[in-house]
């Protein structure tokens, strides 16, 4: 995606703030850049993983607008890395099994840390951009859900296994996924475990973009460019309105509206707080 008058290429991300666990993130300035770093092993996921995601996402600065997130390798992420489903799970790590046998507080405590990587992508004071490669399976679907926006290579395969493993998405996928998709396309698409290409997440709301495999950092970037072109402030009440706007009434929505515009107007005649 090019604009005109919009710089098509960033500078190079300078500063490394975290690089752990097969996650790095670097930032130059409004711009942070979340890599997942394991091309060796598709980028699959480890509660260690996904505890660095979480950093990340604490360690950003307040100058940080727009994040984007990408993967090395062939692959985005291949999903759970399958030594989960071992009976020993990974060293360190509670197993399935140990799991399911504890208490109800303690599983759902569980759970709700393993989602914490998975949250703060919708945080209203930045702009996350999924940049999608080859495989984006299960945990990895979820991950690129995770963002406001996706741009994906033509290469792309989204799927979402875990029912047919016996379980449910749970990595906070489900939400976003009936909103893009609809409920009964997003039913289909987990019950069946299918592949999404590029062409049908671009048709159904899944993916903004899709472009060759060569083209795909340089339109991420075009991208991230064109957000930062705009106002903060201008960004923050657009997406805090859209992020409202499937819970409102279209009353209340107009108040809404009517609310941040005047917040928008104070703001840029120096009125506002």
């Known amino acids: 995606m090019a604009s005109p008058g919009i710089e098509h290429d960033l500078e ?27 091309p060796a092993k598709r980028n699959a996921q480890t509660p260690a993983l996904w505890r660095a ?5 604490r360690l950003l600065p307040g100058s940080v607008r727009v994040v984007l997130l990408r993967a090395e390798g062939k692959s985005f992420s291949a999903g759970l890395d399958r030594q989960a489903f071992t009976p020993e799970g990974f060293d360190g790590e509670p197993s399935f099994l140990d799991l399911a046998r504890g208490g109800d507080a303690e599983l759902d405590a569980t759970i709700a840390e393993y989602q914490e990587a998975f949250t703060w992508w919708r945080r209203p004071d930045v702009v996350s951009v999924a940049v999608v490669q080859g495989h984006a399976i299960g945990a990895g679907f979820q991950l ?6 996706r ?15 016996g379980l449910v998405p749970d990595l906070t996928g489900t939400h976003p996924l009936v909103g893009l998709v609809g409920h009964a396309r997003a039913l289909e ?9 590029a062409e049908e997440a671009v048709a159904t709301g ?19 460019s064109a957000v930062l072109a705009a106002p903060r402030g201008a960004v923050i009440e657009t997406k805090a309105l859209l992020q409202g706007a499937r819970e409102h009434s279209y009353e209340e929505q107009r108040a809404a509206e009517r609310q941040a515009q005047a917040r928008r107007l104070r703001d840029l005649a120096g009125l506002g707080e």
């Open 12 to 38: 190079p991300v300078r500063d490394t703030v975290l690089d752990k666990d097969g996650v790095r993130l670097t930032v130059d300035d409004a711009l942070a850049t979340v890599t997942l770093t394991n």
């Open 53 to 57: 995601l979480a950093e990340a996402g």
């Open 144 to 149: 690129a859900l995770a963002c406001d926006l």
């Open 151 to 165: 741009v994906v290579a033509d290469d792309v395969q989204f799927a979402m296994r875990e029912t047919s493993l």
């Open 189 to 197: 698409i987990c019950l069946t475990g299918r592949f999404v290409a």
């Open 206 to 224: 899944l993916a903004n973009l899709a472009v060759p495999r060569d083209q795909l950092d340089a339109t991420a970037r075009d991208l991230a």
